[in-house]
């Protein structure tokens, strides 16, 4: 017995040092696996924009030793959707199907909604029902849910829910919200609370999303009672059922009524809730304050998020060049923006567009000049609404040639983008040059709308204007607007006997 009793205590203590060497060894393998996963998503992440390189990059890191298990690759994938690089998210749910990785009901719901944003509806729904039958269920419903909802498709939309509830999946909080957006997006917010009444009679809890958007739906209704009347209900009833969003649509509410003293008060609480690296709050913060008209609020919380954040992103220099445009501190905003450009690592021309539409509106023309020059050596574009608002502001000021030139340049960068003149661009230019008698301005900015699918009705009207104000004549203009598929009615007929008499 003894004998035995020493063999177990050896066998006891081989077992325990195995088990703690195992231990050290899944200590070294989860830092590796955290280490590799790092890598991976660095170099999905450095990809950017570019489409069909993510199973190349996968491949390089498998030969390169590295063994990206599927967990790491779910996570690689929630950070690619997480910053709307939902391509690259696709591609690499693909590159797992190639590799035969097993997708679980949630996986299929999370492919189903990237292919919903990168093919289109109509190709979700195709993966949908290719699904086998044990696939269906109340995860990948929901996500075809959503893709109908994002879409505005009412009808598909409801006829799901009613489907999804005669199949006796239960209905969530998600599902209703996905309504309720679905509502909120086409402007029918009075057909929020009924569905909220219905999942109070189904005893369905209330999330704090659902909460959010109940108070939007009151605001958007100009109903301010009832938005602090659902305030108090997430106060009294519904237990830590809020956080800084909720204070947040609150502030918003108070703002779209006018009532600025109580906004402030609602945005103290966001301060209060949100934490203190939250940078999303810093956000709405900094564009809430300054629509209560609080240059000094503003200031305030842009250097609380430059000394609480490691970084200061471009959509955070984007936010605070917004809300200092909101208040008309075009001296704050040469000065942030300066700063931006001196520091920034990335070129971002939504930033250059801000500043240059700012100076242009304060008659600040070589400031807004000299920012346009900078973005076309730093930048890769597009800068069609630059040269727009250059066009606007050159017209103006009776500059119809540079004007043209602003056409003309934006043309020449198309490349397949779609991009085509607001309408009411296009009536001012030909405003400006009937009023200048400019047939010769009116003409070549005609040969460019036709090069964007932008002649109609409306433009051959300014056009013919243009030549009866300037008394001139075009004898084959009637041939000409039959030619471009544009119907001759009255109106083109009336000018036409002045322009092009047969």
């Given at each position: 017995m003894i004998k035995n009793a020493g063999l177990g205590q050896r066998k006891c203590a081989g077992i325990a040092a195995e088990a703690l060497t195992r231990g050290v060894r899944t200590a070294v393998n989860v830092e590796k696996e955290t280490i590799n996963e790092r890598n991976l998503y660095k170099r999905l992440s450095a990809l950017g924009a570019k489409k069909g390189l993510v199973g190349a990059t996968i491949n390089?890191?498998?030969r390169e030793g590295g063994v990206p298990h599927k967990q790491e690759l779910m996570r690689c994938i929630k950070e690619l959707r997480r910053f709307g690089r939902h391509h690259q998210a696709l591609e690499t749910m693909e590159w797992m199907d190639?590799?035969?990785?097993?997708?679980?009901?949630?996986?299929?719901a999370t492919r189903l909604d990237l292919i919903c944003k990168t093919q289109g509806i109509d190709a979700a729904e195709d993966y949908?029902?290719?699904l086998p039958p044990s696939a269906k269920n109340q995860f990948t419903y929901g996500a075809l849910l959503n893709c109908y909802c994002v879409e505005k498709m009412k009808d598909k939309a409801l006829d799901l829910f009613d489907k999804m509830h005669q199949m006796q999946?239960?209905?969530?909080?998600?599902?209703?919200?996905?309504?309720?957006?679905?509502?909120?997006?086409?402007?029918?917010?009075?057909?929020v609370p009924p569905l909220v009444d219905e999942m109070k009679k189904r005893k369905i809890p209330l999330s704090t999303f659902t909460y959010n958007i109940f108070m939007h739906s009151y605001s958007c209704l100009d109903d301010i009672e009832g938005v602090e009347r659902v305030f108090e209900e997430i106060m009294q009833e519904a237990g830590k059922r809020y956080d800084w969003t909720t204070f947040s649509n609150l502030a918003v509410a108070y703002v779209n009524a006018g009532l600025n003293e109580k906004a402030v008060l609602?945005?103290?609480?966001?301060?209060?809730?949100?934490?203190?690296?939250?940078?999303?709050?810093?956000?709405?913060?900094l564009s809430l304050y300054a629509r209560t008209a609080n240059i000094g609020e503003v200031h305030r919380i842009w250097k609380s998020l430059r000394s609480s954040l490691p970084t200061v992103t471009n959509l955070s220099y984007l936010t605070m060049l917004q809300a200092l445009n909101k208040l008309n501190d075009i001296h704050g905003l040469k000065n942030c923006f300066r700063e931006w450009e001196s520091t920034c690592s990335s070129y971002d021309i939504r930033l250059a567009n801000l500043a240059i539409g700012a100076y242009l509106r304060h008659d600040m023309a070589e400031d807004a000049e000299s920012v346009f020059h900078s973005a076309l050596k730093r930048s890769s574009g597009p800068f069609f609404i630059?040269?727009?608002m250059l066009m606007m502001y050159y017209l103006k000021n009776r500059s119809i040639r540079l004007a043209l030139q602003c056409m003309e340049a934006a043309i020449s960068e198309l490349d397949g983008s779609e991009w085509q003149p607001k309408s009411d661009s296009i009536c001012k230019f030909l405003t400006v040059c009937e009023e200048e008698k400019d047939v010769d301005s009116a003409e070549e900015f005609c040969k460019y709308l036709k090069k964007v699918n932008c002649l109609n009705?409306?433009?051959?009207?300014?056009l013919l204007q243009t030549y009866v104000a300037a008394a001139k004549t075009a004898p084959y203009m009637r041939t000409r607007i039959e030619g471009d598929g544009i119907e001759i009615c009255s109106e083109l007929e009336n000018l036409l006997q002045n322009v092009s008499p047969e």
């Open positions: 390089e890191y498998l190639t590799r035969n990785v097993n997708l679980s009901h949630r996986d299929h949908f029902n290719g999946i239960a209905p969530s909080s998600l599902a209703f919200n996905n309504l309720m957006s679905l509502y909120m997006r086409l402007g029918q917010p009075e057909k609602a945005l103290k609480k966001v301060e209060q809730e949100m934490g203190p690296r939250n940078r999303e709050a810093f956000h709405y913060l630059a040269r727009e009705h409306r433009v051959y009207k300014s």
